[in-house]
């Protein structure tokens, strides 16, 4: 079945840097688009970055552009998300998502703490 894991959230200071993987499983990687979406406490949940699945062209939410860094490795079935100047308004779950047809894969997600 189809599987989203994430890693690599944690806590950091405002104006530091972490670097989120999602390892996929079950479908074939390099077909699909990835997505990066978050969520905070008590806010809706909003595209942060896109990738195709080539990863020849990419998109990113205005809040994070310059910042952030979407990126993929077909050979490791990985999409990574690399995140400058952190700012406390970052913070948030971060989860993996991509879609084929009419079905949806979310991953777990994993927190970003960004302390002022």
């Given amino acids: 079945q189809v599987q989203l894991v994430e890693?690599?959230?944690?806590?950091?200071?405002?104006?530091g840097s972490l670097r989120l993987s999602c390892a996929a499983s079950g479908f074939t990687f390099s077909s699909y688009a990835l997505n990066w979406y978050r969520q905070a406490r008590g806010?809706?949940?909003e595209l942060v970055a896109?990738?195709?699945?080539a990863g020849s062209s990419t998109n990113y939410a205005d809040s994070v552009k310059g910042?952030?860094?979407?990126?993929?490795?077909?050979?490791k079935n990985t999409v990574y998300?690399?995140?400058n100047s952190l700012k406390p308004e970052d913070t948030a779950v971060y989860y993996c998502y991509t879609k084929n047809g009419r079905l949806r894969y979310w991953g777990q997600?994993?927190?970003v703490t960004v302390s002022s």
């Fill in 50 to 53: 896109g990738i195709t699945s």
């Fill in 81 to 83: 998300l690399q995140m």
């Fill in 67 to 75: 910042r952030f860094t979407i990126s993929r490795d077909n050979a």
């Fill in 109 to 111: 997600g994993t927190q």
């Fill in 43 to 45: 806010k809706e949940r």
């Fill in 7 to 15: 890693s690599g959230g944690g806590l950091v200071q405002a104006g």
